[in-house]
């Protein structure tokens, strides 16, 4: 049986994350100017950091608050989601990203379309503009950032209460270093809502297969070393 529930509950919080973090994008252009100003990176780092460790706290008994589709494929694959549930989730995501950046567009046309409603752009000029790089980095970033959500909130001896902080710092870490290289997605639905409001398509495939590359990876590893382990002598 599905849980649509879930489902609203995945299209929310994923609205949330995908207004709030290009939001970010557009006031600190405007604030600080279209660079990456130290002030813009700490800035966008924090509201994608707080969006997904508020919306732990707020949706995580209800779905999980996976927020990302490349997080449900790694669930999914674990074996700790369903398919039906999975597919749910993915497209739920997605539709709340796409509400999302509708929304930015509609609030801060002229503003938001200068960069382009916060759509990742591809690998940056610390990275040569190199597709492969790019790759690198989403995947590395993905893999860290999935680690956590199984270490933080799957696995069956992690520390209460601690899942939104630990996530939500996670994000703005990766943030912090990733925003200059790839604009830091780790996320496909992240990026794919406000490409489809900007039209910015350059590199889009990096921001769907480094995540779901990296999630899988980092997914299968803490499954099978870690969180299956914790729940057989939990059992036992």
């Known amino acids: 049986m599905v849980n649509t529930r879930a489902w609203l509950a995945e299209a929310i919080a994923t609205f ?16 600080f100017g279209s660079g990456l100003s130290v002030e813009s990176i700490v800035m966008i780092s924090l509201a994608h950091g707080a969006a997904i460790g508020i919306m ?14 490349a997080v449900t494929i790694a669930m999914l ?6 398919g039906k549930d999975a597919a749910g989730y993915i497209g739920s995501q997605i539709v709340g990203a796409i509400l999302a950046a509708t929304a930015h567009m509609a609030i801060l046309p002229e503003a938001g379309a200068a960069v382009n409603f916060g759509t990742q752009g591809g690998p940056s ?12 980095v989403e995947i590395i970033l993905t893999f860290f950032l999935v680690t956590t959500i199984f270490m933080a909130a799957v696995h069956k001896k992690a520390a209460a209460g601690m899942a939104g902080i630990a996530i939500g710092g996670m994000i703005f870490l990766l943030h912090l270093v990733g925003v200059p290289l790839t604009g830091a997605s780790m996320n496909p639905a992240r990026t794919l809502g406000p490409a489809i409001v900007s039209g910015q398509w350059d590199f889009h495939w990096i921001y769907w297969v480094g995540p779901i590359v990296g999630a899988v990876i980092a997914g299968l590893i803490m499954q099978y070393v870690y969180v299956k382990k914790a729940a057989k002598e939990e059992a036992a």
């Open 16 to 31: 949330c994350l995908v207004f709030f973090g290009p939001l970010a994008i557009t006031i600190s252009a405007e604030l």
């Open 56 to 69: 732990i706290y707020a949706f995580g008994h209800i779905s999980g608050a996976h927020i990302n589709p």
């Open 77 to 82: 694959v674990t074996r700790n989601i369903k």
């Open 125 to 136: 000029e610390f990275l040569n503009f190199s597709a492969a790089s790019g790759l690198g």
